[in-house]
Nanobody, 115 residues
Framework: QVQLVESGGGLVQAGGSLSLSCAAS????????MRWYRQAPGKQRELVAA???????YYADSVKGRFTISRDNAKNTVYLQINSLKPEDTAVYYC?????????WGQGTQVTVSS
């Protein structure tokens, strides 16, 4: 079992920045990849960034150059730095942990960007 707890969401003006955190606990040795997804109202959940255990990263085209995913293995925490926020970034952001057996999800953290 893996438990994930996100934090760092909030209300911010367009052009601002936020840093999201995802703290993992439990069977963290089984995690292959960590991902951040987001889901806006009325839309499907979408993958925005991912990082492997080796540190390789992936970004959706819509967030490249603005989002940065990183991890601190000593703290078992993954971060998502979000810069130059846009109103269309408004969504619930979810942390995801991929293991061989299954994926695990956090409860989500709300990011709201005002114009």
């Amino acid at each position: 079992q893996v438990q994930l707890v996100e934090s760092g969401g909030g209300l911010v003006q367009a052009g601002g920045s936020l840093s999201l955190s995802c703290a993992a606990s439990g069977s963290i040795f089984a995690i292959n990849r960590m991902r951040w997804y987001r889901q806006a109202p009325g839309k499907q959940r979408e993958l925005v960034a991912a990082i492997t255990s080796g540190g390789s990263t992936y970004y959706a085209d819509s967030v490249k150059g603005r989002f940065t995913i990183s991890r601190d293995n000593a703290k078992n925490t993954v971060y998502l730095q979000i810069n130059s926020l846009k109103p269309e970034d408004t969504a619930v952001y979810y942390c995801n942990a991929e293991t061989v057996r299954r994926d695990y999800w956090g409860q989500g953290t709300q990011v709201t960007v005002s114009s």
